[in-house]
């Protein structure tokens, strides 16, 4: 079952806030996130497991509501660099390795 | 440069031929993953090795499509009889510990 991303699009401005969600139906084990910049492969940014734990990366930071089964990813003062398309890719509860990538949210960082 | 490398980064085939890509993992890493993205969507699963052995398989995966990984090594992908649907960009993914590295991708057009 592929995991919801919200929203489809952002516009900021340098220096400003983003969050990008992603909920998913099923129980899940973990939840990755990836950029993804135009005509490249993913980058791997971060894994968040069971058990609810915040991870940060630079200024970019991510949490994971078990519960919920949800997980939001934190872009703090952007960048220009971090423009591109950002995919939560999810692993379910009991389930094989085998992430499911959502259809992506398109950040756009302007100067 | 994430250390997956894929073999070729472009292919342009007729309709009907055969392709077949490449994929070089990190050399320590047991599992590997192809994934198939097209325009707009996040990489969508089609397979996945645990050394030698391939474990699961996607239904988007049909008998044209086949996969090996010999000696548990590199793994090849080969889609026979191609149509213009194979069009996208075909990615191999070589976790290991909690990272996924995806290498850089082969973008198949058939005409």
């Known amino acids: 079952q592929q995991p919801v991303q919200s929203p489809q699009a952002v516009i900021l401005r340098e220096g400003e806030d983003a969050v990008i969600n992603c909920s998913s139906s099923?129980?899940?084990?973990?939840v990755h996130w990836y950029r993804q910049k135009h005509g490249e492969a993913p980058v791997f940014l971060m894994i968040?497991?069971?058990?609810?734990e915040q991870k940060g990366h630079e200024k970019i930071s991510a949490s994971f509501n078990e519960k919920k089964q949800q997980s939001s990813l934190y872009l703090t003062a952007s960048q220009l660099s971090y423009s591109g398309t950002y995919f939560c890719?999810?692993?379910?509860?009991?389930?094989?390795?085998?992430?499911?990538f959502g259809r992506g949210t398109s950040l756009i960082v302007h100067p | 440069d994430t250390g997956v490398s894929q073999d070729p980064r472009h292919k342009i085939t007729k309709r009907g031929q055969n392709v077949t890509f490449r994929c070089d993992p990190i050399?320590?890493?047991?599992?590997l993953y192809w994934y198939r993205q097209t325009l707009g969507q996040g990489p969508e699963f089609l397979t996945y090795?645990?050394?030698?052995?391939?474990?699961?398989k996607s239904r988007l995966l049909s008998d044209r499509f086949s996969a090996e990984r010999p000696k548990g090594s590199f793994s090849t992908l080969e889609i026979q009889r191609t149509e213009q649907g194979d069009s996208a960009m075909y990615l191999c993914?070589?976790?290991?510990?909690?990272?996924?590295?995806f290498g850089p991708g082969t973008r198949l057009t058939v005409l």
């Open positions: 099923k129980a899940l084990y973990s």
């Open positions: 890719g999810t692993e379910t509860a009991g389930g094989s390795y085998i992430p499911t």
């Open positions: 090795f645990q050394n030698e052995a391939q474990l699961e």
């Open positions: 968040l497991l069971k058990g609810g």
């Open positions: 993914a070589s976790p290991g510990g909690d990272t996924q590295y």
């Open positions: 050399s320590e890493h047991n599992r």
